[in-house]
């Protein structure tokens, strides 16, 4: 839950701050975490801005979910991510 808050919770979320705002490589982004008792799947989705390709998306959809696993997450970020999952 705190990964898909930080991914796609908000306008201010990692993925739509990166692929809609900044890089204007498409028009919605999404991230949902399907946990089960005993396997679990991570989907991230985002549908292409008018002259993009869905293949123009891969690597920086990727991108973004990698540095949420490899890089630390600021502490004003998290609490951000807890408030939205708290309210």
């Keep these: 839950q705190v990964a898909q808050a930080l991914l796609s919770l908000g306008d201010s ?16 982004v999404g991230f949902e975490a399907q946990l089960n008792a005993q396997a679990g799947l991570l989907v991230a989705h985002a549908v292409a801005a008018e002259g993009q390709s869905a293949a123009a998306l891969q690597a920086p959809l990727a991108r973004e979910v990698e540095r949420l696993a490899d890089e630390p997450i600021s502490a004003r970020e998290l609490d ?4 939205q999952l708290l309210t």
């Design 13 to 28: 979320a990692r993925l739509n701050e990166t692929l809609v705002a900044r890089d204007q490589l498409a028009q919605s």
């Design 80 to 83: 951000k991510a807890k408030t």
